[in-house]
């Protein structure tokens, strides 16, 4: 058999964590069940990620990821309009990856436990890959303060979302609280981008 590439085997490591932390949760996620879950032995994952800190931080890195870059932002309405929008996609791609979801927020909660320090780190990574996801969306004009502001909204508003979801398993409750937040985002977007510039002395 041919041998796995790094990266393939990386990719392996880190879908194999997300189903192992869906399955029983990430103080349960041990490097054992997660090699055996991929099919690999224990050595080598212990060669590809030092500790499992390392790991669990890459997974993280590709809950970021993954979801932003199959995002379609496309103008549409407003510019605010485009953001909410941008949200709901969000909500809908972790909905066709619940797994993913769950990994998320068991993953955030371990590290606050766990790891503040990289807890932090996840959040402003998590922050900065939002606010550009937003500063390309077309017309949309924001400073710098209000940018960050919208960003940690957008944030606070999947996080919760996607945390009620699975309190509730309400597929449909979802969608219509999707709705609810979307709207609200949408209106801090339009208030920011209304407020008159400041006129010149």
């Known amino acids: 058999m041919a041998r796995m590439g790094a990266q393939l085997r990386r990719q392996d490591f880190i879908e194999a964590t997300v189903k192992v932390i869906a399955e029983y949760g990430a103080a349960n996620a041990t490097t054992r069940r997660i090699a055996a879950q991929a099919d690999s032995p224990l050595a080598s994952l212990h060669y590809t990620f030092h500790t499992k800190d390392e790991l669990f931080y890459a997974v993280y890195e590709s809950l970021i990821n993954t979801p932003r870059q199959s995002l379609e932002v496309t103008a549409g309405g407003t510019a605010a309009q485009t953001v909410g929008e941008t949200l709901r996609q969000a909500v809908n791609w972790f909905m066709t990856h619940p797994d993913l979801a769950i990994a998320q927020s068991e993953l955030f909660a371990w590290s606050l436990r766990n790891n503040p320090a990289m807890a932090t780190r996840i959040y402003a990574d998590a922050a900065q890959a ?25 944030i606070n508003l999947l996080d919760g979302l996607l945390i009620a979801w699975s309190a509730h398993g309400d597929t449909e409750r979802l969608k219509a609280e999707t709705d609810t937040a979307c709207q609200a985002l949408e209106l801090l977007v339009a208030t920011f981008e209304t407020v008159p510039e400041a006129v010149s002395a």
């Open 130 to 154: 939002t606010e550009q996801t937003i500063k390309k969306i077309e017309g949309v004009r924001l400073d710098s303060a209000a940018l960050t502001t919208v960003s940690r909204l957008f």
